[in-house]
């Protein structure tokens, strides 16, 4: 089974010892906007550098032609 992104970022979080509530505070936003996102699932790609950054980790979101192999 594979994650969501949004229970990749809370396996995250787990591991860094912090809450959404932490997040949301490093992030500049509400709890409240940051779990709403959570549950739908609709995070930009600027919206995961910011959380990687965030978190200390990095953040790469690629697309791969797999006939030439060049990547997106």
Known sequence: MQL???EKIK????????????LAEKLGTS???????FARNN???KEMR???NALNCSFDA????ND???TI
């Open 31 to 37: 709890r409240q906007n940051l779990t709403n996102k």
């Open 43 to 45: 995070l930009s790609d």
């Open 4 to 6: 969501t992104t949004s």
């Open 62 to 65: 690629l697309f791969t032609l």
């Open 11 to 22: 396996v995250i979080l787990g591991r860094r010892g912090l809450t959404i509530s932490d």
């Open 50 to 52: 910011d959380i990687a």
């Open 68 to 70: 030439t192999g060049e």
